[in-house]
């Protein structure tokens, strides 16, 4: 059972467009939400990350919309650079402690290519 | 601060041969992952350690066993390789809830081959 669906599978945008890659989740107990960027041959890194009390976060060209009630979010990458290829995971978990709390449960990933 | 480190980097194994992975962390860290990473798949949790001496099994445990003997450091094990097996590991750390970043750490990766 996936309870992180992220699409699209791969995308592809022109230098100075928006990137949207969106993920939505089953549990409702989840209430932190992180994208991570990979670049080839690298580990994962945390670009940004959002609790569900905001409904967006920006940091730079990054945005994350967060919908509670339709439990979906999304990363909007604006003025996209052809630095920004990489691929994207979404994931969720819980955030304080107990059960549930100490792993993340990612999405299958997107892969992003910024073309000149 | 190296952050998260792993070796080897790459290998390649035989079908029925065994190896260990490490992973050190000196941030301190309580939580320790591995994952692995295959094409489509995202990245799928094998076991966690939530402190020195503990262990418990991820989403896809089965063929790998994992050891925690020190604080900084996180084995994972493979005892009759597979070519299942075949993928890319990564190990990750974090600090214990309560604190304000819930950021997992990763290292750069062991991509295994198993022939």
């Known amino acids: 059972q996936q309870q992180v669906k992220q699409s699209p599978q791969s995308l592809i945008v022109q230098k100075g467009g928006i990137s949207i890659i969106n993920c939505a989740y089953e549990?409702?107990?989840?209430?932190?939400f992180p994208w991570y960027q990979q670049f080839p041959g690298k580990g994962p890194a945390l670009l940004i990350a959002i609790r569900p009390d905001v409904s967006e976060k920006k940091e730079g060209r990054f945005t994350i919309s967060f919908n509670k009630s339709a439990k979906q979010f999304s990363l909007h990458i604006m003025d996209s650079q052809p630095g920004d290829s990489a691929t994207y995971f979404c994931?969720?978990?819980?955030?304080?402690?107990?059960?549930?709390?100490?792993?993340?449960?990612f999405g299958k990933g997107t892969k992003l290519s910024v073309i000149p | 601060n190296a952050g998260v480190t792993q070796t080897p980097k790459f290998r390649v194994l035989k079908t029925g041969q065994s190896m260990t992975l490490l992973c050190a962390q000196d941030m301190n860290h309580e939580y320790m992952y591995w994952y692995r990473q295959d094409p489509g798949m995202g990245l799928r949790l094998i076991h966690y350690s939530v402190g020195e001496g503990t262990t418990a099994k991820g989403e896809v445990p089965d063929g790998y066993n994992v050891s925690r003997l020190k604080k900084q450091n996180f084995l994972l094990g493979l005892e009759s390789a597979a070519p299942s097996q075949t993928s890319v590991y990564f190990c990750?750390?974090?600090?214990?809830?309560?604190?304000?970043?819930?950021?997992?750490?990763f290292g750069p990766g062991t991509r295994l081959t198993v022939l």
């Open positions: 549990n409702t107990a989840f209430d932190y």
């Open positions: 990750a750390s974090k600090a214990p809830p309560g604190l304000a970043y819930n950021e997992q750490f």
């Open positions: 994931a969720a978990s819980i955030y304080g402690s107990g059960a549930g709390s100490y792993q993340l449960t």
